[in-house]
């Protein structure tokens, strides 16, 4: 069974570009939520997708945007990159979206430096 | 406002000795999940333990343990004989519905050899 997996590692952006992050989910599952965590703080909700359709956001500007594909896997964009954005960003997946005590399994994350 | 407060930024413990790890939260809600996870330098967030609020019996995972006290909105980690291995940020989180997850600040936990 194959686990979530997160690409690329690590990115160096410049303020102002744009940047597309992407994931894949564990098999079976069909739920996937984004998490940015700064620096020496827990993470934050940005949004999560369920069978292709965006289900819940937390406190994020427009210029988060994701998608969910047909196969479940996912890509996080940001428009008009901000020296805040730096991050590592978390991908989570689960099976089924309407338990909150289905287990998020997390993606190694993606680094992003804003310069 | 939901929030999740860890009042400890750092804990260290001898290896093989008992450390609690304190988290408190806030909410209206009366149903809800609270977890524990642990964070290693790998940066991948590992789930440890999970406890549904409407559960009153503490969960237990080998050596590792909650003190859920509902009224008082806290939720404790305790980790028995602890190893080496367990060294990590530890997160505590809740979750009043069905996505997303609120988390603490964390708890960075150093073992001593």
């Known amino acids: 069974e194959t686990g979530v997996t997160q690409s690329p590692t690590h990115l160096i952006k410049t303020r102002g570009q744009q940047v597309t992050l992407r994931c894949s989910s564990q098999?079976?599952?069909?739920?996937v939520s984004w998490y940015q965590q700064a620096l020496g703080q827990g993470p934050q909700f940005i949004f999560q997708?369920?069978?292709?359709?965006?289900?819940g956001r937390g406190n994020f500007p427009p210029r988060f945007s994701g998608l969910q594909f047909p196969n479940y896997s996912s890509e996080l964009n940001v428009n008009a990159l901000e020296l805040d954005d730096s991050a590592l960003y978390l991908c989570?997946?689960?099976?089924?979206?309407?338990?909150?005590?289905?287990?998020?399994?997390f993606g190694p994350g993606t680094r992003l430096t804003v310069l | 406002a939901q929030t999740v407060t860890q009042s400890q930024p750092e804990m260290s413990v001898q290896e093989a000795e008992t450390v609690t790890l304190s988290c408190t939260y806030d909410t209206s809600e009366s149903d809800y999940y609270l977890f524990w996870y642990k964070q290693p330098p790998s940066r991948q967030m590992i789930l440890v333990i999970r406890q549904e609020a409407y559960k009153q019996q503490n969960a237990t995972e080998n050596r590792f343990s909650v003190n859920f006290q509902k009224a008082a909105k806290s939720f404790s980690l305790k980790i028995s004989d602890s190893q080496l291995g367990d060294a990590a940020m530890y997160f505590c989180?809740?979750?009043?519905?069905?996505?997303?997850?609120?988390w603490g600040a964390g708890t960075k936990l150093i073992i001593k050899p």
């Open positions: 997708y369920y069978r292709e359709e965006e289900n």
């Open positions: 098999s079976g599952h069909n739920t």
């Open positions: 989570a997946s689960s099976a089924g979206s309407t338990s909150g005590r289905n287990e998020q399994f």
């Open positions: 989180a809740y979750r009043p519905g069905h996505y997303q997850l609120i």
